[in-house]
Structure formats: C-alpha cells, structure tokens
C-alpha cells in the first residue's frame, strides 16, 4: 500500500494506488487548498515531491500552465490534484507554506 508523509506537519498516511496526493491530503485532514476543486484551474494545491515522484504520471501541460503561477515554485513542485500515485511507493511531499499574508487571502476566498 503506499504511504504519503506530509511535511512539515509531519502526518504519514495510507493511500489507495489511483488516488491524488489531494485526495489523500483531504482523507486524513491535512490542510491542502484547492480552491478550483481538483479540476486544475488554480495553483493553490501546489505541493514538491521530495521523494517518489516516480509513482507518479509525466506531467501534463496544463497542470505546467496552471503550476507556472504557484508561489515557490521548484523542479520537485506538482499539483496536489493532479499527481495521482499509480504504484506503491513511499512519499514524502511537502506543502509549501505560504507567506501568511496570502494564505489570509486564500482562506478568506475560500469562504
Ligand atoms: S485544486 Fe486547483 S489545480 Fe489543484
């Protein structure tokens, strides 16, 4: 069964083989935005694979048009929605943590 670690909370999680790093995100209550819904029409679930981005599918362009607006973004970084893990794997994924000023925006706008 593959795991997700979520840094820098620090939260391991068991995941299914086809479900996204959101998904897994949201199961276990760790605090990933997405704002659009999963449907790839935002950069708020942006997150950097720091181990078994292997598992995961190439990239799609539109999830790289969508990932050019994150903040922080890095050769490790995908959408958390997007990144469906395919194959038991150990992952340790990082959610950036947003400057405080627009993490207020993003949970103002999400309500
Ligand atoms: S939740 Fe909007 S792109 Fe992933």
Not at 23 to 40: E, P, R, S, T, Y
Not at 79 to 101: F, H, R, S
């Amino acid at each position: 069964m593959p795991t997700v670690t979520f840094l820098p909370m620090n939260v391991s999680c068991e995941a299914l083989v086809g479900e996204s790093i959101l998904d897994v995100a949201l199961a276990h209550g760790v605090d990933l935005q997405h704002n659009c819904g999963g449907v790839c029409a935002c950069s708020t679930c942006h997150v950097r694979i720091r181990q078994g981005a292997e598992a995961l599918p190439e990239m799609e362009d539109e999830e790289a048009d969508q990932l050019d607006e994150a903040e922080g973004l890095t050769l490790e970084s995908r959408l958390g929605c997007q990144a469906k893990i395919l194959e038991d794997v150990e992952m340790i994924v990082e959610i950036p943590q947003l400057n405080p000023a627009i993490a207020k925006l993003f949970h103002e706008g999400a309500h």
